[in-house]
């Protein structure tokens, strides 16, 4: 007889090689079908509601690697609480509107195009990556309401945009104000401060004089085209400030800086004459360098000593602090600037310079004159515009502005920070200091592609007009069709009939050209997409967000409603290569997540996702992946193996616990525990941890230990005897509970190995609940301890195993019988389990004697010897019965009764 044929084999249709690249879309084709986003809320209705919020991502280009890290922790996030009995509807949505798009078109169409051609296109070209971005991360696993994604640029969203903004100018928080703001001159735009990104650049560190009747100020400044627009000199009030005898005259500065001057400036004379507080010389007047007028001292507490001289430049109209203490003072705000950062007639030496050209010909002008004590180089971060990367100036501008502190809304927002949590907690700090020092917020865009601010000026007296009623009104016309009818009908029609100017009464009007700020348009979401939902429970984005997203969310919510738009905010890092570099071209160092879902599947993207620590900056490169890709097969041969041994059971087939072997008992209640914790660390957004202590699980107790022990069970013993359903029930409770708790990362594998799940199921894996966790009772914990005794000694065991074996004593360790002694009391009474767990043959409890492979450890003692009897040519373990029955001369006892009863699979 072939005994190899009665062997219970392994069979699964569940193959070993993933070819993950072509598998996943026939799931994805799968899930479209069964329509799995429509029956996971259908399964939960009337259940707690879990709130997502999904922060739009912007419509321009194939998704790069930190807008797929940030949709599958949020993909994650909602799978978690959908399987835990929450009901989570998840509308993902774009965001349309601004200026990368508008820039992108006009390079495509030129400049000179009417507005509704511009617009056009740019609806167009945001419509076609809309479409391609969804596909990217349907592509990814990410379940959603794809079919009814929010967009910024549909009518309805762009009217009920107005209807908010109308409540806010009500409430009183919008003025139209002429100060300095962050301004591109290559985009011809203001910026808010969300919209600014620090490079270190070279800067001229600028030292010149300014004289005065009995001593010259002596100021420093690293922008010399700002010198055009001095109008004041700043000292701190209660700074001491000296007078001194130095090679460049007699020169007032900061006692503080006096030291690092003396150094810097090498002078050899440099004598102190008199000393002053800083408040002492209030209104002390000195002549500008080069024009003729006078520039007063004013007081400051943004005076600092630790750069310069302690004496600050004032230019009201190119800085946010210059303006604000320039207004206190009723200085000016001058600004001869224009939108391209040229100087104007209002500065005719300069017409038509750049700002940087303006400030060579300033250094010029210093030098023939005398004025100029020292130039040099140095190297600080100054502020970018985050389109198009150039360097940014402040400009003097009359824009649209949102008071933050307007009816104590900083205050207000400030004290509700604390209500929120933060994940990792250290974020607060970010958002408090980003609320805490934000200026009033720039509503204004001089774009074309945006949500227009419904004000018009009066054609008579020029005044804004403003009103809730006429925002309200167009916000109508937004809904009916979209924000594209500002330009196609005249103002007549934009205006409720019978409109007047308050101021003059006047019935002509032009309309504003400037579209509201894209952060305006997203701070909105969670009020037009949330409806009874809101708030939300969770925010999960990016770092840039706490000046960007969360701040603009965090204002607009407390002025609609009084609170925070979210419960909880989770922060992740950025995605940088494996040497912790920044992605870029120039460096040749980007992945694209599409290249890795084509080569290797999305489920490795994902696990590389779950594998990070997110809170910190995360790593990616082809050594990481390629260590995922080991860890990922580790795990899919496990499923593999574990469903290759439930081939003929079903749960009617399962062994009560209290029946099971205490290995199978042990591996159980393991499980048990680890799923307490995984729960919790799901909980707790610890993503890291949860694929780390699945993934340890898998490869250390189930793999090494649990399943490499089974195989005797599985395979030789009768195939519905006791022993090996025992095994069965377990594998199949294990693997069934681990395939649920494992899918929110894992989201293909876990639905695939589901799929070949033998017996009764759902129709998917995301449709089963993750399993009550049912804390140990004292007697599991202190059998847990007890069964761990029995592993400790496993463990010294395979020390002298192996120094048996490479001393060709025995091959397989079934060809050794195991001598141990110890805890007597625990052996004997598991001492039937053994040869099982130490995968021996035999094990002899007692005295251990002397000889070779020996070995006295910490838990016990022990001997390997060569194994009594024969080979069983079925099992492979060393019997005394082998050769006792005449029909089955080559197999044990156990074997024998197997045939005999045909207890197995005839392969």
Known sequence: MNYKKTINLPRTDFPMRARLPEREPELLKRWKDIDIYKKILEKRKGKKTFILHDGPPYSNGHIHLGQALNKVLKDITVKFHALSGYYTPFTPGWDNHGMPIENKVLEEIGRNNPPEKVRKACREFAAKWIEIQKQDFIRLGVFADWDNPYLTMKGEYEG????????????????????????????????????????????????????????????????????????????????????????????????????????????????IKDSFVGKELEGKKFKHPFYNRESPVILADFVTMEEGTGIVHIAPGHGR????????????????????????????????????????????????????????????????????????????????????????????????IHDVKWHPPETINRIYSSVQERPDWCLSRQRLWGVNIPAFYCKNCGKPLLSPEIIRHVGKLFKENNSDIWFKLPEKELLPKGTKCPHCGGTEFEKETDVLDVWFDSGVTSLLVLGDDWPADIYLEGPDQHRGWFNSSLMIGMIQKEKPPYRAVITHGWVLDEEGRSMHKSLGNVIHPEDVVRKHGADVLRLWVASTDYTQDVRIGEEILQRLIDSYRKIRNTFRFMLGNLYDFTEELAVPEEELFPQDRYILLKWRKLLGEVVEDYKGFYYHRVYRKIYNFIVVELSSFYLDILKD?????????????????????????????????????????????????????????????????EDEENFLREFEEILLIREEMQKVMEEARRADLIGNSLEARLIVDGNRELLEKYSLYLPEIFIVSQVEIGDVGDGEFALKGQYGSYRIVKASGQKCERCWVFSESVGKNEEHPTLCEKCVTVIKEGDFEDN
């Open 160 to 271: 009920g945009e107005l209807e908010i903004f109308a409540d806010i100018v009500e409430k009183g928080y919008v003025y139209r104000g002429f100060m300095p703001v962050h301004w591109c001159p290559t985009c011809e735009t203001a910026l808010a401060l969300s919209e600014i990104e620090y490079k270190d650049i070279p800067s001229p560190s600028l030292y010149f004089i300014m004289d005065g009747d009995e001593f010259n100020a002596f100021v420093w400044t690293t922008t010399p085209w700002t010198i055009i627009s001095n109008l004041a000199l700043a000292l701190h009030p209660e700074a001491e400030y000296v007078v001194a005898e130095t090679d460049r005259g007699t020169l007032l500065m900061a006692k503080g800086v006096v030291e690092r001057i003396k150094e810097e400036m090498g002078w050899e004379r440099f004598e």
């Open 321 to 416: 602090e210059d303006y604000e203490v320039g207004t206190k003072y009723g200085l000016d705000v001058y600004s001869p600037v224009d939108e391209q950062g040229r100087f104007t007639d209002q500065a005719p030496e300069f017409k038509g310079l750049t700002t940087d050209e303006a400030s060579k010909k300033v250094v010029e002008i210093l030098k023939e004159n005398g004025h100029l004590v020292k130039i040099d180089e140095i190297v600080h971060a100054y502020p970018h515009c985050w389109r198009c990367h150039n360097p940014l100036i402040f400009r003097a501008t009359e824009q649209w502005f949102l008071s933050v502190d307007h009816d104590a809304l900083r205050e207000k927002a400030l004290e509700n």
């Open 713 to 777: 069970r599985l395979y030789t013993w009768g195939k519905n005897s006791h022993g090996r359903r025992a095994a069965q029930t377990v594998i199949y409770r294990i693997l069934k509970e681990l395939l649920v708790l494992f899918s929110p990362v894992l989201t293909f594998t876990t639905e695939e190995a589901y799929l070949n799940l033998p017996g009764k199921k759902e129709e998917s894996v995301f449709l089963e609940d993750i399993p009550e966790y049912k804390q140990l009772s």
